[in-house]
């Protein structure tokens, strides 16, 4: 044999014994992805078109007008405050602040959530004191540090006012004779919200597309499931289905450095075992949206990550596991559906 057949050869044999290694070991990583995909299926799913609801029924001419009433702020006492300006659609519906602005730069006790995939919670608010977002977009109305309106009833007689409004309400709730109310403001501004959801690479993943995630994502992904965040961060939404203490192995504000001390759903029921206890928020595009928690006490996702093993978990998160779920929680950074990405022209009063 000349030694370029040798040669030849010798590759031969090398590919004959090194590509079923490859093969074997691609194998092993599909079927692990494939293992990663069911499990958590079973926990989240991708999201849905939109959050549908059988007391409000999604109509093209109620998100419409939902979505021109959304930026309205003529119907605010000093005329500058609508769902905008604490939710802005191109910050991915939060504001960036700690705590929310409204009328005359009152400061609201909270922070503002964004409310992108935002309507298929238990409730709405940290503490769950509204009943779901129609519920919420009315009561916005009079919040004194929100619109600050003295009554539905002057703000009903604002919208009236606005002569274009009528028609628009009357093909969103035909056959109403007075269908310029805050009840059909709620449910249009509902319906609007409804239809804001922001599919993400996660999706993507969830729907069988291995590739969709980065091999650092899957490794926060399984660290997310092994640690046990997803036992209160679960659903499409990861998140929004239950109500948890913040703080079960160590008060929260050690860490957060919060001042004051919020004591949560306590305000709503007067229930001893409420205190610090909030809604487990929607982590959908959290990685766009800080700062965090209910009182936007901590600006960075790697420490907001880490609070929440140590004072949930009761669990000391090496820093290069950090990072990974960080980089996942990336991954649920969504697409802003188009409707969102323009602003509608509003009806003229005369
Ligand atoms: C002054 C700022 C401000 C305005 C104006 C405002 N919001 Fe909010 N929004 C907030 C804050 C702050 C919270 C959290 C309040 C709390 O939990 O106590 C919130 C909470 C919400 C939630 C609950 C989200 C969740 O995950 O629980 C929804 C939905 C929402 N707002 C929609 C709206 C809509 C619709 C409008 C207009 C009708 C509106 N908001 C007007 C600041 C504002
Ligand atoms: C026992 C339930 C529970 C567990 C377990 C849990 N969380 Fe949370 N999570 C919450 C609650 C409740 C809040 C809201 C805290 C607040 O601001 O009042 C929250 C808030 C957050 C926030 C801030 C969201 C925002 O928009 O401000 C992030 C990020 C987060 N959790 C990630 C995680 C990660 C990552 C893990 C696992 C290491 C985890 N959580 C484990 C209940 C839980």
């Not at 050869?9 to 990583?29: D, G, S």
């Not at 669990?315 to 950074?333: M, R, Y």
Request: glycine share 8%; with cysteine.
């Amino acid at each position: 044999m000349n030694s370029k057949v040798r040669g030849l050869f010798r590759i031969a044999l090398h590919l004959t014994l090194f590509f079923p290694a490859v093969f074997l070991l691609a194998q092993n990583a599909w079927a692990a992805d494939q293992d990663l995909i069911g499990r958590v299926n079973r926990l989240c799913g991708p999201l849905p078109q939109a959050m549908p609801s059988e007391q409000n029924p999604l109509t093209p001419a109620k998100v419409k007008l939902g979505r021109m009433l959304f930026y309205e702020p003529r119907i605010s006492i000093d005329g500058t405050v609508s769902c905008a300006k604490c939710h802005p659609l191109s910050l991915y519906a939060a504001d960036g602040l700690k705590k929310a602005r409204g009328n005359s730069y009152k400061e609201s006790p909270r922070n503002s959530p964004t409310i992108f995939n935002a309507a298929a919670q238990i409730s709405a608010h940290w503490v769950g004191n509204r009943t779901g977002v129609e519920d919420q977009a009315r009561q916005s109305l009079i919040g004194p540090p929100s619109y600050g309106m003295p009554s539905y009833a002057s703000v009903e007689k604002i919208l009236r006012e606005i002569k274009g409004y009528l028609p628009l309400f009357q093909e969103a709730f035909p056959g109403e004779s007075e269908p310029v109310t805050v009840d059909n403001f709620a449910k249009a501004v509902g319906a609007f919200e409804r239809t804001l959801v922001t599919p993400a690479p996660f999706d993507d993943f969830l729907q069988g597309k291995a590739g969709a995630l980065t091999g650092e994502q899957k490794r926060g992904l399984v660290a997310m499931l092994d640690g046990g965040c997803l036992t209160c961060h679960f659903s499409p939404y990861l998140g929004g289905q239950l109500y948890r203490k913040f703080g079960i192995f160590a008060p929260y504000q050690t860490y957060t450095k919060s001042s004051p001390v919020d004591e949560g759903r306590f305000a709503v029921t007067k229930d001893e075992a409420d205190k610090h206890v909030f809604k487990v928020p929607v982590l959908r595009n959290v990685a766009m949206t800080p700062p965090y928690f209910h009182d936007g006490s901590v600006e960075q996702l790697a420490e907001a990550v880490w609070i929440m093993a140590k004072v949930q978990l009761g669990k000391d998160l090496p820093p290069e596991q950090v990072s990974d779920i960080v980089a996942f929680l990336k991954a649920l950074t969504g697409r802003i559906p188009a409707a969102a990405l323009t602003v509608p022209v509003l009806p003229a009063k005369q």
